[in-house]
């Protein structure tokens, strides 16, 4: 049997458990594969600090905010700030949730085209697709619209992509083409390497980027003026690369506020992880050459531990001290 449990699993077992067993720290995992490293890292750390953690329970990212809130899962190890802000306001914000220290800093999100067709026609800006001639070099369909390969339904990116077509006026040029992102973006990949105009959104970090590079295969748009979802505010220019209309995020970890303040060890922890860009770049490619079982994963989770050890050692020993406070 596989260590994930589905969502409706877990809801069973809660229901039925003993006490000893619902006291467990349930970590929450979204069902990206590109994510179940740092989770596995968290959760290394809570077991070297004595809890009893549970296998990640595989749960749609809007659905992992409520039950992080609510307490049937503990923990969520790939909490966006800014992008996450809607799901964490929906679940109960700060009176239900913590979002605890900085496990990966300055993750990016944006469009990218082809470099064969950016040289070719000077697209530079995502507003240059309101020309119906420039969108037109990047229809699949036949439509005469762009096709923008984007965000999978439930991720909370299509929030922004969809304030975006809207903002700078692209409903009549782009059509925003959604699905299970790694089945799509590989339709992308294949495309650039015939050759064929693409237009696609990603983020880092992740192991597209290794595959697409910018620069080389690939460039990345820039938008002449952020145009943000209401209520959103953030940085968006990024040194070398321009405007991307996307909010610089960090990623933190969320989790449940009463287990947060009944645990100051596992707090401390949370507060005290964190896992460089460059790392996770480097682990998610090579889940995408093969290594993507549990086992490879976790593997990797515990490498890099011990790749950092001495710094894993300070962090370990700072949270247990606060178990005698």
Known sequence: MSLLRTAAAITFALAFATPAAAEQVKPAWSGITEELFQTYVVMDGLKDLGYDVAPPTQVQIQLAHVAVANGDLTFYAAEWEPL?????????????LERLGLLAKNSLQGYLIDKKTADKTGIKYLEDLRDPAKAKLFDIDGNGKADLYGCEPGWGCERTIEHHLDAYGLRDTVEHKQGGYFAIIADAIERIKAGKPTLYYTWTPLWVSAVLRPGKEVVWLNVKKTELPKG???????????????????QLILANKKFAEANPSAKKFFEEVQIPIADINA???LVHKGEKSEKAIMGHAKQWIADHQKQWDKWIAAAKAMSSQ
């Open 283 to 285: 682990e998610n490619l």
């Open 232 to 250: 959103e505010t953030g940085n968006t220019t990024v040194p070398g690369i321009g405007n991307l209309g996307f909010t610089v995020n960090n």
């Open 84 to 96: 996450h802000n809607g799901f964490y306001k929906e679940a109960g914000g700060a009176d239900k």
